[in-house]
């Protein structure tokens, strides 16, 4: 089984950073696309930041600039971090995994990239709330 385990949240004022974790166990991790996602409160979930397995990030459009997506493959461990964070970010952050990305490849071939639609596993989450 996938588990993944996310850390780091908690309270922040408003131009603040913060560092969120995800541990993860049960995938090919080196080599799976990994990803971070939020859902603010009265809100559809949404794709934070994606990495891949060579290190290729890809954020959205309210995150560039303020937040960094990265893994260290030693640990199985998957990092967000956050600066200049707004009242906005505010939200329940998850981090997920594509444990079937070796399957992607095989079909579409090794320059397939990671896409937000193909998460298979996700964590729990972690409560991040930003302050005016």
């Known amino acids: 089984d996938v588990y993944l385990v996310e850390s780091g949240g908690g309270s922040a004022q408003a131009g603040g950073s913060l560092r969120l974790s995800c541990v993860a166990s049960?995938?090919?991790?080196?080599?799976?696309?990994m990803g971070w996602f939020r859902q603010i409160l009265g809100k559809e979930r949404e794709e934070v930041a994606l990495i891949d397995s060579d290190g290729t990030q890809t954020y959205a459009d309210s995150a560039k600039g303020r937040f960094t997506i990265s893994r260290d493959n030693a640990k199985n461990t998957l990092y967000l971090e956050m600066n200049s964070l707004k009242p906005e970010d505010t939200a329940m952050y998850y981090c997920?995994?594509?444990?079937?990305?070796?399957?992607?490849?095989?079909?579409?071939?090794?320059?397939?990239?990671?896409?937000?639609?193909?998460?298979?596993?996700w964590g729990q989450g972690t409560l991040v709330t930003v302050s005016s």
């Open positions: 997920a995994a594509n444990k079937d990305t070796w399957k992607y490849r095989e079909e579409y071939g090794d320059n397939w990239r990671c896409v937000p639609n193909t998460m298979t596993s």
């Open positions: 049960g995938l090919r991790f080196s080599t799976d696309c």
